[in-house]
T-cell receptor
Framework: GENVEQHPSTLSVQEGDSAVIKCTYS??????FPWYKQELGKRPQLIIDIRSNVGEKKDQRIAVTLNKTAKHFSLHITETQPEDSAVYFCAAHHSNDYKLSFGAGTTVTVRA | DAGITQSPRHKVTETGTPVTLRCHQT?????MYWYRQDPGHGLRLIHY???????DKGEVSDGYSVSRSKTEDFLLTLESATSSQTSVYFCAISALASGSHTGELFFGEGSRLTVL
């Protein structure tokens, strides 16, 4: 099955700085890569996703890039704010089934 | 938030007892999933369902069974709970676009299970 690795496991940034989280996947047939954000005590929620036919996608302060050749994708958060503090999960979806494989998560702390 | 509820939200039980967690949706989505969340492991898929009475195993299915007799309900059962099954369990639903295998997952609020 698909194996998704996520780094770093924790990330502390100064408010206003950028944060980058990186993920690698093992199955070249994976074609959909969402990112979920989980605030403390809450449920995970989708914040952005990218499909394999796209190299980059941006939504306000967040962006995701995908390198299919290297089988890795990244989440970029610019101008971080305290409300960006959360756990972020990357995931990969194989083209032939109906389930996502998640990374282990990155705890992001934005320091005021 | 999508219409998805989990019950119970919190449960403490003893080793060897059976436990059933319920996921109920009002969205009429076809796909339903059970994940467990543990520190350092992220979200790991236990079982999923792609229709009434159609279920399949995920990556950590040992010790768990599921049933889906109605579109709106997906039950997760621990036949004989063990301490290693202490975790937070999330149900999720997904509406896949026609011809697509991918779609946003909507998660329930989670069920915290402690096995003593």
């Amino acid at each position: 099955g698909e194996n998704v690795e996520q780094h770093p496991s924790t990330l502390s940034v100064q408010e206003g700085d950028s944060a980058v989280i990186k993920c690698t996947y093992s199955d070249s047939a994976s074609n959909y890569f969402p990112w979920y954000k989980q605030e403390l005590g809450k449920r995970p929620q989708l914040i952005i996703d990218i499909r394999s036919n796209v190299g980059e996608k941006k939504d306000q302060r967040i962006a995701v890039t995908l390198n299919k050749t290297a089988k890795h994708f990244s989440l970029h958060i610019t101008e971080t704010q305290p409300e960006d503090s959360a756990v972020y999960f990357c995931a990969a979806h194989h083209s032939n089934d109906y389930k996502l494989s998640f990374g282990a998560g990155t705890t992001v702390t934005v320091r005021a | 938030d999508a219409g998805i509820t989990q019950s119970p939200r919190h449960k403490v039980t003893e080793t060897g007892t059976p436990v059933t967690l319920r996921c109920h949706q009002t969205e009429n989505h076809r796909y339903m999933y059970w994940y467990r969340q543990d520190p350092g492991h992220g979200l790991r898929l236990i079982h999923y369902s792609y229709g009434v009475k159609d279920t399949d195993k995920g990556e950590v299915s040992d010790g768990y069974s599921v049933s889906r007799s109605k579109t709106e309900d997906f039950l997760l059962t621990l036949e004989s709970a063990t301490s290693s099954q202490t975790s937070v369990y999330f149900c999720a639903i997904s509406a896949l676009a026609s011809g697509s295998h991918t779609g946003e997952l909507f998660f329930g609020e989670g069920s915290r299970l402690t096995v003593l």
